[in-house]
T-cell receptor, first 114, second 112 residues
Framework: DVKVTQSSRYLVKRTGEKVFLECVQD?????MFWYRQDPGLGLRLIYF???????EKGDIPEGYSVSREKKERFSLILESASTNQTSMYLC?????????????FGPGTRLTVT | KNEVEQSPQNLTAQEGEFITINCSYS?????LHWLQQHPGGGIVSLFM???GKKKHGRLIATINIQEKHSSLHITASHPRDSAVYIC??????????????FGTGTRLTIIP
């Protein structure tokens, strides 16, 4: 079974703090994704990566950055957290050749910025 | 306006009832996904289909490409089916990849 894990299920941070959300997958997947999920808006793509050290902006990259130093790990970074970044963050991965079409999701991190 | 619309947004039913959740999309897609999200957040893929019908246990998914419409049906519903069901269309992004466009989800509650 594919396993995608996220470092925290719940996280509370203060405005202005630097926040790291970690995602690890154990199936040697090439592609990894970060989404945020908000009520009434559905999942929105923040960034994705199709290889180590490669990244592409999604639909809402502002205020976020990412890092992919190893194939199995994809980190989302909030350089200076703001209250409008309070959300559920979901990581996903997909095998080589499937792009966005066969994504496996992690359990999510519910981030609250106060 | 979201390019992928689901209805209803919320659905409450008695155990045993037949459930239908609808998804309409306005974008060109190559595949449509049905996903299930349980309380706590984790998302599981139920179906990916590009034509016709797929069945897995008590779940059935259909798609009509001409009408840009898909339905997810649950037969003999059970309280453990209570979850948020999300449809997502796979289209072509600016990057040449099949970016997913997600609906906002249908919250299903099955009462014993």
């Amino acid at each position: 079974d594919v396993k995608v894990t996220q470092s925290s299920r719940y996280l509370v941070k203060r405005t202005g703090e630097k926040v790291f959300l970690e995602c690890v997958q154990d199936m040697d997947h090439e592609n990894m994704f970060w989404y945020r999920q908000d009520p009434g808006l559905g999942l929105r793509l923040i960034y994705f990566s199709y290889d180590v050290k490669m990244k592409e902006k999604g639909d809402i990259p502002e205020g976020y950055s990412v890092s992919r130093e190893k194939k199995e790990r994809f980190s989302l970074i909030l350089e200076s957290a703001s209250t409008n970044q309070t959300s559920m963050y979901l990581c996903a991965s997909s095998p080589t050749g499937t792009g966005f079409l066969e994504q496996y999701f992690g359990p999510g991190t519910r981030l609250t910025v106060t | 306006k979201n390019e992928v619309e689901q209805s209803p947004q919320n659905l409450t039913a008695q155990e045993g009832e037949f459930i239908t959740i609808n998804c309409s999309y306005s974008v060109g897609i190559s595949a449509l996904h049905w996903l299930q999200q349980h309380p706590g957040g984790g998302i599981v893929s139920l179906f990916m289909l590009s034509s016709g019908k797929k069945k897995h246990g008590r779940l059935i998914a259909t798609i009509n490409i001409q009408e840009k419409h898909s339905s997810l049906h649950i037969t003999a519903s059970h309280p453990r089916d209570s979850a948020v069901y999300i449809c997502a269309g796979g289209g072509v992004s600016n990057f040449g990849n099949e970016k997913l466009t997600f609906g906002t989800g249908t919250r299903l509650t099955i009462i014993p």
